[in-house]
């Protein structure tokens, strides 16, 4: 077909020509081209994926779910509680329409479906964000000028943003800074034969259970096989409404099953398998994706560190810098927004607990800090920091030391 040709040649442009397709643009206009298991896979599709939609869910909610921090530095260069607008824009409402959580949350499905998640920073007359409005990507195009890129969105109208005007959330960039891969894209091939395999199971237990079979007689001609076929079809189609175990067929008929039943066809390994595939694509560790086939209690331990240190890490960093980035400018370095990643321990008290004793008992955090971070009111005196004295050297073991630093041998003060 001649425009799609066109269009084909046109996704190779270099980057300063006037239009830049995204390596899921043919996702986003429903042309997206078939895998090697036989079946198309789009976002929609792959999101019918129970462990892609998992995947998804789980670290976009995750993300979301942390407390995004506001802060800024003095002038002796301490960091403080940031105030103002910014920090109900980030922690409670993106606009008058989303919540912070729900904002944060779809621009990483964004980008870990499509591999692009965007924003409209909607700014005052003074240059301050008041608003966050999020981005359509299949609206979007994305060009560069010169050395300036910029957002083509539309939405009944073309509308052009600059680059410090948009939040734009990769999954991965291409070496011209501008197109994108996206996981569902890059990993095609992968959620195609989990698709495929669910159909096929599907397709297997709505024909009763029955593998695929031949059906052999002595028929006189095309037009008796063929009435035979669709007696049989009838037959089977009845017995699985009623339930039934048995079928009744005329003399000299017989069926001879032919390639592979669910089973041999190893089904279930396969789904098995597909759900590694996907945990591989987002790296994420199976359990999170809900099996435990090969989960033990040590090593389901060490994959929940795993996701925090080699998952979760990646994106939040993403996310703070390019929220400081566009929030803040490139040369400002006395406001700051952050995410708390302790907040992922915020289910787990005995270990949340036992982490702010060792840290007040040391001398590194204050009482009241740890009060504020759990949303306790502050406690009198609860802002000096405080060191455990029970550790004396060995040959003083058993002894009190008086006002003075002197000890007696008895274990009690001098007089």
Known sequence: MAWLDFLRRSETRTVTGPKVYSEDFW???????????????TIETALRVPAVSCAV????????????????????????DGTGPLLALVKDAANDELTSFEWRKGLLLG???????????????????????????????????????????????????????????????????????????????????????????AKFFNGGGVPPFALTGNFQSGKAMQAAADDLARAVKKAKGENRLALALPAGIELKPF?????????????????????????????????LTHGTYSNTEQQDLHFVKHTLLHHVRQFEQELNLKLFGRSNRNHYLEFNVDGIMRGDFKTRMEGWAQGVQNGIIQPNEVRRAENWPDAAG????????????????????????????TGGNQA
């Open 27 to 41: 996702s986003a206009i429903g042309l997206d081209v078939g895998t090697a298991a036989g079946v198309t896979v």
């Open 57 to 80: 869910n789980f670290i976009a909610e995750t993300v979301a779910s942390l407390p995004l921090d506001y802060y800024r530095r003095d002038r002796s260069g301490n960091r403080v």
């Open 111 to 201: 980008k870990l479906t499509g591999g692009r998640g965007l924003c409209y920073i909607e700014r005052n007359e003074r240059g301050q964000a008041v608003s966050f409005w999020p981005m359509d990507p299949a609206k979007t195009t994305v060009k560069r000028d010169g050395f300036s890129r910029l957002y083509e969105y539309r939405d009944g109208r073309v509308q052009t943003y600059r680059a410090d005007e948009v939040i734009d959330l990769t999954f991965m960039l291409k070496s011209d800074g501008v197109c994108h891969r996206g996981p569902i894209t890059m990993g095609r091939d992968a959620i195609g034969l989990a698709i495929a395999a669910t159909e096929y199971g």
């Open 259 to 291: 390639g592979a039943n669910p089973e041999d066809s190893q089904l279930v390994e396969i789904k098995r398998f597909c759900i590694e595939e996907v945990a591989r694509i987002y790296s994420i560790p199976p359990t999170f994706l809900q099996d």
């Open 382 to 409: 609860g802002d000096r920091l405080f060191m455990q004295g029970a550790t004396v050297p060995i040959d003083q073991a058993g002894t009190k030391s008086n006002a003075n630093g002197a000890t007696d041998g």
